[in-house]
Structures are given as structure tokens and as C-alpha cells.
């Protein structure tokens, strides 16, 4: 009898649920995850789990960590996902972008940069260690090559923004992409390049070109910031090229304007890796209500999520620029800003990220 490998799957997964179903039953009235986390943290069935198994500080004010997850843990390249950690007690999770290809089952390479107010990006720095376990939520985002890959493809990055688009670049890689492919990285000095050992590999490709660009150090392929004459000298065709930017947001700001000059925006995607600082005209007025836990406190025009922490509230969050939808909560009445775009909303009972939306004026939202 031949056996289809659809047939062999079914199979596996019945077998699974009969097992899980077997262990609810023997662990009740706790879920089963309660007692396989102390036979081995990853062995958990409810989320995923992964064991930090390298640690790299070589590059000053960044950590790359090296995760096995405790079960594949899919993405795209250029997504973020969801990574948890306790620290003094309380559970925080952020979103990071992997940095290695999406074909890698085994592995995730994240790279953090240290936040002097960055809670988990602090901790990670100081204490993160080899076999310490961390959670992992699922990717998100749609900051990712096409489906179909591009004959040309052009990669911007600056600071931690490395992470998405060198991920696209090791993707390509592994998938044998024979376009070209050019891939321009903004840093300080060349001691701030992550990963430079594995750049340099990938830059041996006959179809990859890699260009460093230092900001403050000599040595590099260019120097200075992002502007036009970069990419005169390094990619003039850059307005017909799929492109693909990633980084503060001052870098990708440059870039869209000139890429609006060219009349190429059509071609260009960007991601920003931070928020821009969030300035109230004027002064804050009126007052924030908490509807859900009844709390209600003074607008003083940051964010919604800052002004609900301040208030002691713990909202659910991730990334806290917009990206990942975590903080996603109703907004019931009142008007709120994109502290992105500047754009304000009053539309009742809409749905809004509290990370990227600031109150003008009275707001109720469900916190
Ligand atoms: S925390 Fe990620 S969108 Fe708000």
C-alpha cells in the first residue's frame, strides 16, 4: 500500500491530539504544559518557548542572540516577532525582526540594540546568557519581499534596522536568488556593523554588493548620511528597483523624499525602527478615561499607551511603534493624533493602536 505524505501527516496529528488528549486527562485540573515545563521548558504545548544558545556583545551598545525555539517558529523575512522575557517578576514582551533567512527551521538570530530606557533591551544587555529560556509569540508584519522575487532588488539599512533586510538578504541567499542584489548599511563606524563576518560572505556572492556607509568613522565605502549622491555612485538605476528600507526614522524619511523626487515611490517600501519624539503644540487639554478599569487621569498629550502605564495600567504591548497591532484597543470618544503622520481621527468606537495614537482633547478608550 502506498502511503501519501498527507496521509502520514494526518496520521502524526491524530496521534498528537490522542497523546494530548491523554495528558490533559492525567494532569487535570491543570493544563499539561504545567507539568512538561519542569520535565523541559520548551516542552510547553500551549506557546512557544526558546533557549538562548549564544550570545554576542562584540558590538558596542548591540547583543545578538542565538535562540533554538522548542518547535519551528515560521516568518518571513523582514517580519517581526513577538518575544517575551521576565524581568524582576513581571512578564514584558517586545517585538524583534530575526535576522537570519526564513528558511532556517532551527534557529533565530535576533540583534537588539541597548535603550537607555529600554526595560528589556537593558536587561538583555546586562544579564541575557546562554541557556536562559525566553518566549515567542507569531511574526507579523508586511515589510517583506514579494512573492515573486525581483530581478533587482536594492536594501537600505541603518543602525538595528539591519535586522529585517538582512534577513531578506540571507533568505535570498538560501533560496539562490541569481538577481542582483545591492545592500547599502548606514553605521556609525565600522565597529558598529553586527554580523560584519557573515556580510562579508555574503558579499564574496557574485550577485551581491554590499556597501557600508559610515555616519562618523573613516574606512568605509561611503561616508556620511543617506542623500541622492549615494545612490548616483552605488545604484544609479535605484528609481526602476524594488527597494526596501529599514531603520530610524530620520533614514527612512531621506529616503522616501528622494525616492518621491525621483518620481520611484511606487518601488519603495520602508519600516522605521523608532517613533519620532512626540511634541504637544501648545500643551495638552482635557482628560484621558480608562472605561474598562474606570481610570481616569490628565491628558498630557503623550501617547495612549505611556499616559495608561502612568496611570498603572499594563496594557498589552510589543513593539510600541505601530508595527505589530498588539496594543490595538476601542476608542470610544474623543479625538486622537497619529504621532506618525500627524493625522487626527474622532470616529467613534474605532479601533486604534495606543502605541502611535495620542489624545487631543477629552478621549475614552477600553483600558
Ligand atoms: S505595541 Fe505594537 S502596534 Fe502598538
Known sequence: MVVSPLTRVGAGRRTANVFTGALRLMSWPHHPDRYLELLDPLLTTQSTRARIVDVDRTVPGMITLTLRPGRRCRFEAGQHIQFGVVVDGVRHTRCYSPSNSQHADDRIVLTVRAHPDGVVSRYLHESAEPGDV????????????????????????????????????????????????????????????????????????????????????????????????????????????????????????????????????????????????????????????FTTSGVVADNTGRTLLEQAESAGLRPDHGCRMGICHTCTTVRRSGCTRDVRTGELDSEPDARIRICVNAPVGDVAVDL
Do not use: K
Not at 539599512?157 to 533586510?165: A, D, E, Y
Not at 565600522?190 to 559610515?214: F, G, M, S, T
Not at 523626487?261 to 495638552?284: K, S
Open 134 to 289: 525566553v518566549d515567542l509569540g507569531p511574526a507579523a508584519g508586511d515589510f517583506v519581499l514579494p512573492p515573486v522575487r525581483s530581478d533587482r532588488l536594492l536594501l537600505i539599512s541603518g543602525g538595528s534596522g539591519i535586522t529585517p533586510v538582512l534577513s531578506m538578504l540571507h533568505t535570498l541567499a538560501d533560496e539562490r536568488h541569481t538577481g542582483a542584489v545591492t545592500f547599502l548599511h548606514y553605521a556609525r563606524t565600522a565597529a558598529d556593523v553586527p554580523q560584519r563576518a557573515r556580510l562579508d560572505e555574503l558579499a564574496a556572492r557574485a550577485n551581491v554588493e554590499v556597501v557600508l556607509a559610515h555616519t562618523r568613522g573613516d574606512g568605509g565605502h561611503l561616508h556620511g548620511r543617506f542623500c541622492r549622491e549615494h545612490l548616483d555612485a552605488v545604484v544609479p538605476w535605484f528609481p526602476g528597483t524594488a527597494t526596501y528600507a529599514c531603520g530610524p526614522a530620520g533614514l527612512t524619511a531621506s529616503v522616501r523624499e528622494v525616492y518621491r523626487d525621483a518620481g520611484a515611490e511606487q518601488h519603495l517600501r520602508t519600516e522605521e525602527f523608532t517613533l519620532p519624539a512626540v511634541t504637544v503644540a501648545g500643551g495638552a487639554e482635557g482628560t484621558v478615561s
